[in-house]
C-alpha cells in the first residue's frame, strides 16, 4: 500500500504531539500543499511566545528530517 504524503505528515505530527501536549498545547493538521505543511496551533500554544520557535526548531525540523520532500510548514489560523 503507497502512503500519502498527507498521511505521512501526519504520522510525523502524531509522534511529535505527546511533547506539545506535555505543555498543555496541540497541533492539527489543516493542508499539505506540494511541498509545504500548514498546520494550526492549539491550547496554549496557541498564544505562546514561543509558538514561533516550536513550529520551525521542533516542529519544521522533525517533519524535514522524516520526509524530506516538505520544505516548511507554517501556521495558519
Known amino acids: 500500500m503507497v502512503e500519502t504524503l498527507e498521511k505521512k505528515v501526519q504520522a510525523a505530527l502524531d509522534e511529535i504531539r505527546p511533547q506539545i501536549q506535555a505543555d498543555g498545547g496541540d497541533i492539527e493538521l ?4 506540494k511541498d509545504t505543511v500548514k498546520v494550526r496551533l492549539v ?10 520557535m516550536t513550529l520551525k526548531q521542533g516542529v519544521e525540523a522533525y517533519v524535514r528530517k522524516k520526509i524530506p520532500e516538505i520544505v516548511k510548514v ?3 489560523q
Open 30 to 33: 489543516v493542508a499539505v500543499e
Open 43 to 52: 491550547g496554549h500554544c496557541a498564544g505562546c511566545p514561543m509558538a514561533a
Open 74 to 76: 507554517e501556521a495558519v
